[in-house]
């Protein structure tokens, strides 16, 4: 289903012509249809059928309140990586026995506040940080449930789609220290041993990745059952992948299949939970931006555009592509472009090399921007953040305003 699709010419979100939305709230403005949200998430959850399992959103892909809410609404659970993120799912109605916290360097600050909160599970990647947990979760007096995030090193090289190999090292505690690490756990007067979780990427495009890892986790699973640790929840991380240039992922019924499949042989029928973010997020928001300029050098055409790296990172960050559309569909003849943006950096360019028809003052969507988009915007420049638009059916929500000047030196000083 495309929440996003051409009506006469003109392009749309759901019931809503995007050119609207930019003539009232201006441009660069990231917009997201919550049918579009709310679709994917339900393919995920409906994929389980009856088996106990919990959707842990992953709050860093898109943490604007308002998708934060309609996620709630429909009783998704929550993966953070930060006191932040607690705190947004907090104010967006978000239920705390859902949330799992991820992330390998929770102060104790955090821990407490997570703590205090009542937090489903608190997802250790060291040992260090299994006695900052005992030691805070002690000095409040309460049982910390706690996970072991395990690195089951799914090896990249049968994988290419797990991109993020060395990166990796940082995360999770290795597969051969794990079982100790529960041992240690078990014995800890504040912790519960709850669950066991993994993450191995993102943007993952086969379901063999996950297999592979799901089996390595398994394998321990039933080692700490033998030996009277038993687990209360298998949360699988996130990772699927979406459709930015033709990739064809396993749909929702696939992957979550794969894994059911995975417990089924081995006759384990431990509740699930997934964090999957990108998925959900991903191809449910654009970023609209107006052409400034038309630009000819030597060798080249471009096309400038109010929208800059600062605006959307991924492009400049990882070479991520992200398809590049005219919001009016004209006939004039194209020309291959380069689409840059205002940021005073060579790498400021959103798309290289795209076969567009377009002039100055269009209006131009990128596409799948839904997630890692806004999160990651910046004052770069000191240009303002964009805002943002959720589309329900023929209304458009301003679910946030765009930054104001006062908002870019607030808290600045200068000295007496
Ligand atoms: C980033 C992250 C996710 C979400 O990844 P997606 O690829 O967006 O699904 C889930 N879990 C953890 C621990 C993460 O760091």
């Not at 994917?40 to 309140?65: E, M, Q």
């Not at 429909?74 to 104010?91: K, N, P, T, Y």
């Not at 955090?110 to 040992?127: P, W």
């Not at 007096?141 to 072991?148: D, E, K, Q, S, T």
């Amino acid at each position: 289903m495309n929440f996003f699709a051409y009506q006469n010419g003109r392009l749309f979100a759901e019931d809503v012509a995007v050119h609207d939305i930019a003539q009232r709230h201006g441009t660069p403005t990231y917009v997201y249809s919550r049918a579009a949200l709310e679709h994917r998430w339900r393919d995920l959850d409906s994929a389980f059928g009856s088996h106990p399992h919990t959707i842990c959103y992953a709050v860093k892909a898109n943490s604007n309140l308002a998708v934060l809410n309609v996620l709630a609404r429909l009783g998704s659970g929550f993966d953070i990586v930060s006191q932040g993120e607690l705190h947004r799912v907090l104010q967006a109605g978000g239920d705390p026995s859902k949330v799992v916290f991820s992330g390998v360097a929770k102060s104790e600050a955090e821990l407490r506040y997570a703590l205090e909160k009542g937090v489903r599970s608190i997802n250790i990647e060291s040992l260090a940080e299994l006695d900052r947990v005992q030691d805070v979760a002690s000095q409040l007096g309460v049982r910390a449930a706690i996970a072991f995030r395990v690195n089951p090193d799914v090896d990249p090289q049968t994988h290419p789609y797990i991109s993020t190999g060395l990166e990796e090292n940082k995360f999770g505690v290795r597969m051969d220290a794990a079982f100790e690490a529960y041992q240690r756990a078990a014995s800890l007067p504040n912790i519960e041993v709850h669950g066991i979780a993994c993450h191995i990427g993102s943007q993952i495009t086969k379901t063999s990745p996950f297999s592979d890892a799901l089996e390595r986790v398994l394998d321990l699973v039933e080692r700490l059952a033998d030996n009277g640790i038993a687990l209360q929840q298998l949360d699988l991380g996130g990772g699927l992948g979406i459709d930015y240039q033709g990739e064809t992922p396993p749909t929702a019924q696939e992957y979550v299949g794969a894994m059911l499949n995975g417990i089924k042989a081995r006759g384990i029928s431990l509740p699930i939970a997934i964090e999957p973010g990108r998925y959900i997020a991903g191809n449910a928001g654009i970023l609209l931006t107006r052409v400034e300029y038309l630009k000819q050098n030597a060798s080249k055409q471009f096309a400038i555009v109010d929208a800059g790296m600062n605006d959307l990172l991924r492009p400049s960050l990882y070479q991520a592509y992200h398809d590049i559309i005219n919001a009016s569909n004209h006939s004039e003849p194209s020309q291959v472009l380069d689409v840059v943006g205002p940021v005073c950096e060579s790498a400021d360019v959103l798309g290289y090399e795209r076969t567009l028809a377009v002039k100055a003052g269009d209006l131009l969507a990128v596409q799948s921007a839904g997630a890692y988009g806004f999160v990651m915007a910046n004052n770069y420049n000191t240009r303002r953040r964009p805002a943002e638009v959720m589309v329900d059916g023929n209304v458009a929500h301003l679910v946030r305003e765009r930054e104001t000047l006062q908002q870019l030196t607030a808290g600045e000083s200068i000295l007496d």
